[in-house]
């Protein structure tokens, strides 16, 4: 290290501590804060000097280090932010600020389920909810009950629609829509797009195959997959033989104000299920598709 370097080195150390109390403090976005401590100071120009000469183990944040726009880092980004630091040179914005479009997997996941559990937490809240479930079997033995089969689910596959206000009371709120716990383990892929409103956010779910007994793990931290069926088995006398409920990958949207607030929510979970069983005497398999459908709208 030649005996310039040592000088500046010296002369900057002492400016650190000659200096700290006089550091301009600011919200994370400025060039010169190359250790995002909120504060522009002479510690920051220590650390871009020692950066620039090549010192090991010194970590910064090269994209606020070259203050002078040169497209170097060196001893003018030190000085330049010695001089902001004391109030010789204003300080230099960096509009870089993170929206939701820009975040990653987690961060979208997260976004989306923080948006619906302060929709619960919130001291007031109206859900409007409406569901549609939309089965159809393609194969049935006997064959001669297909029609029957289809005909006896249309009748019990009717859309529903309730609306419910709920002040401060997260846990009932959850239970009546859906769940806030999606992992971003749990997504195929997402986007979130800006909108006039806020953001949308879509979320397609990973696929999952269960049997009847087994509840689809990502499905069930996020939405509201068929529960219940073993029971309805034993009740009815059923002995199910083996089973196959297929979800593909259910579709999440929701639209999120610019305050954090979600709007509106739709989930769309299509599903294939077989299945072999016994009920009495007679052997019963059949296979079908379909899809279950929630929307949501949020009043404040």
Excluded: C, R, W
Aim: aromatic fraction near 6%; charged fraction near 25%.
């Amino acid at each position: 290290m030649n005996k310039l370097v040592k000088t500046g080195l010296s002369l900057m150390t002492a400016a650190a501590i000659a200096a700290s109390a006089s550091a301009v403090s600011f919200a994370a976005g400025y060039m010169g804060d190359v250790d995002n401590d909120g504060s522009v100071n002479s510690v920051d120009a220590l650390a871009i000097l020692k950066y620039s000469v090549g010192i090991d183990g010194v970590e910064i944040d090269t994209k606020k280090a070259d203050v002078d726009g040169d497209g170097k880092i060196n001893s003018s980004d030190a000085l330049k932010v010695l001089n902001i630091s004391v109030g010789v040179e204003e300080p230099i914005i960096i509009d870089d600020e993170k929206t939701p479009v820009d975040y990653d997997k987690e961060e979208a996941v997260k976004y989306y389920n923080d948006a619906l559990k302060k929709a619960y937490a919130s001291e007031s809240v109206t859900i409007e909810k409406k569901t549609d479930i939309d089965v159809k079997l393609d194969k049935f033995k006997p064959s001669l009950l297909l029609g029957t089969v289809n005909s006896l689910i249309e009748k019990n596959a009717v859309p529903t629609q309730s609306t419910k206000t709920f002040k401060a009371n997260p846990a009932e709120a959850e239970k009546f829509l859906v769940p806030t716990a999606l992992e971003a383990n749990g997504v195929k892929s997402y986007t979130v797009t800006k909108t006039d409103k806020g953001y949308k956010v879509t979320i397609a779910l990973v696929g999952e195959v269960v049997d009847y007994k087994t509840m689809p793990k990502y499905n069930s931290q996020a939405s509201l997959p068929i529960a219940g069926i073993a029971d309805l088995a034993q009740k009815n006398n059923i002995t199910v033989k083996s089973s196959k409920l297929d979800y593909s990958g259910t579709v999440i949207t929701a639209e999120i104000d610019n305050d954090g607030n979600i709007l509106t929510l739709n989930h769309t979970m299509p599903l294939a299920v077989e299945a072999k069983a016994t009920y009495g005497l007679t052997n019963v398999e059949g296979s079908g598709s379909g899809q279950y459908t929630l929307d949501a709208t949020f009043t404040y």
